[in-house]
């Protein structure tokens, strides 16, 4: 089972996690840009939190064949904090970046008119730079924020083929899948899918335009949740093209609109060393 995982904050896991991931099947990772965890006190944190997504985190990733992309963006929640705002001049510097494959996370948190103006200005810059979105939904009142989400993509200009509207879940689905933009859906502990849930949600809705993602970060969260979705669509009667389709084809497809996708170095498979346990890297597809 090959697997690429749409939406990571690998910043807040360990180098462990990067060695089971590995193991388990993790390839390819995209990791989006997101808040702090507090508030910050300069746009200039910004810029070495950047300069590690594109630098230290691909090396970190790179040890155990996993190749590691990432998107740049102001995130809604930090939209609403003025110290923040003037990260939306530093963006161009980023956006021209090989490991940059999209605009992102942008979107909502409280749907406050900072969150409107930013969440607009950055459709823009996807427009400008011939960049796909990555779209984040807020956690309250879902329905409302991916309606308004959506008005705000359809007023941008951007093909909705070039945008992924993020942690859905069974009351946003349809209404995204109407709209021609991509679903992605959040395998994550208590607050967002579970890979049963997911799997009732391919078997209605199919596997065209779909992208799990385990969003693991520093709260309660599992990286291996996409592959136990995988063996959990298995078990429910998909196929392993399904799987593949789901958990590989899809993402790259979706990113690969960037036109900066680069995987053609990923050509090892990763295996486990049954006397040490440990990752380990050997020829073939």
């Keep these: 089972m090959r697997i690429f995982d ?18 388990a099947g993790v390839r390819a990772v995209v990791e ?14 910004f810029t070495d939190y950047f300069d590690s997504l594109i630098g230290w985190e691909p090396f970190r990733a790179g040890q155990f064949g996993v190749r590691h992309f990432a998107t740049v963006a102001l995130n809604p929640k930090e939209a609403n904090d003025p110290r923040c705002r003037p990260v939306l001049d530093l963006l161009p510097r980023y956006l021209d970046k090989d490991a940059v494959v999209a605009v992102g996370e942008i979107g909502y948190d409280s749907m ?4 409107d103006e ?4 950055q459709l823009a810059l996807a427009v400008a730079y011939d960049l796909p979105a990555l779209v984040h939904t807020p956690h309250r009142d879902k329905a409302r924020g991916c309606e308004r989400t959506l008005a705000v993509v359809a007023e941008s200009g951007i093909e909705a083929g070039r945008v992924v509207v993020d942690h859905l879940n069974e009351v946003t689905v349809k209404l995204v899948r109407d ?7 959040s395998i994550y ?3 967002k899918m579970t890979p049963s849930r997911m799997v009732e949600l391919l078997r209605e ?19 291996l949740l996409t592959r136990a979705t995988g063996e959990a669509m298995l078990l429910a009667g998909f196929s392993d093209d399904d799987v593949d389709q789901v958990l590989w084809r899809n993402p790259v497809e979706f990113y690969g609109q960037s036109g900066r996708l680069d995987l053609s170095d990923l050509d090892v498979a990763v295996a486990v060393d049954p006397q040490t346990g440990n990752s380990i890297l050997r020829g073939g597809s």
Excluded: K
């Design 205 to 223: 809705y199919g596997t065209d335009r779909m992208l799990v993602n385990s969003a693991a970060d520093w709260g309660r969260s599992d990286p």
């Design 32 to 45: 989006p840009s997101f808040w702090l965890g507090q508030p910050r006190t300069s746009a200039a944190s």
């Design 6 to 23: 749409p939406h990571i904050h690998m910043t807040s896991r360990t180098t462990d996690d990067y060695e089971r991931m590995a193991a």
């Design 112 to 115: 406050t008119p900072e969150e």
């Design 118 to 121: 930013a969440f607009a200005a």
């Design 179 to 185: 709209s021609g933009c991509w679903l992605g859906f």
């Design 189 to 191: 502990p208590d607050t």
